[in-house]
Each structure stands twice: as structure tokens, then as C-alpha cells.
């Protein structure tokens, strides 16, 4: 078990700022494909109220031949912050997937 020095754990209770935006925790859940699915975030958010979340990596080539929302990127109401990290090769395939953000 690694014990946090006084010093760090204050520093990890200070708010994050990334421009304008402002998370309450500096503790963020990493995007990992195939594991950060809804059940896992919300196990995260229960033990970590105030972290950044992340769903799963998505391909948005892949997103534009789809007619639904992805499962992947499904997000509970109470998730809040969450980010959806979206990759690419095809920068044509980025303005077109805004639809689904």
C-alpha cells in the first residue's frame, strides 16, 4: 500500500483548472478500451464522487456508420464530469461526428 504525503494529498483536494473549466479533483479516471464501460464509472464515481470520467476510446470512423448511440458511450445523468474520447486518422470523419456530441 503507498501512503500519500500530507503535502500531496493537499495538492490532489485542489481543484484542476483546464481553461475555463474547473474539475474538483485532480484524481481522473483514465479512457481504457474495453473497461471503462458505465457499471465501471459508476463503481469509480463511488469511490471517487468528484473525479474527472472517461468513456471508453471510440473510433469515429466507426461512429459514422452507425444509426444509434454506441453503448460505449453511454453516459448516466449523474456521470457529470465526463468525457468522450473520440480517435482518428481521417480528419474529414471529426466535423462529421458531432452530431452524436
Known amino acids: 500500500m503507498t501512503v ?8 490532489l483536494a485542489t481543484p484542476l483548472k483546464i ?19 458505465l457499471v465501471f464509472r ?13 468513456t471508453e476510446m471510440v473510433n469515429a470512423t466507426g461512429l459514422h456508420y452507425v ?8 453516459v448516466d445523468n449523474n456521470e457529470r464530469p465526463i468525457s468522450i474520447q473520440l480517435f482518428d486518422c481521417r480528419p474529414d470523419f471529426w466535423q462529421k461526428q458531432q452530431k452524436w456530441l
Not at 42 to 54: K, T
Request: proline share 8%.
Open 67 to 74: 444509426k444509434e448511440l454506441p453503448q460505449i458511450m453511454e
Open 19 to 37: 481553461g475555463n473549466f474547473e474539475v474538483k479533483s485532480r484524481v481522473l479516471q483514465s479512457p481504457l478500451s474495453g473497461v471503462t464501460d
Open 4 to 11: 500519500l504525503s500530507p503535502e500531496l494529498k493537499q495538492k
Open 42 to 54: 459508476r463503481l469509480v464515481r463511488r469511490h471517487a464522487p468528484e473525479s474527472m470520467m472517461y
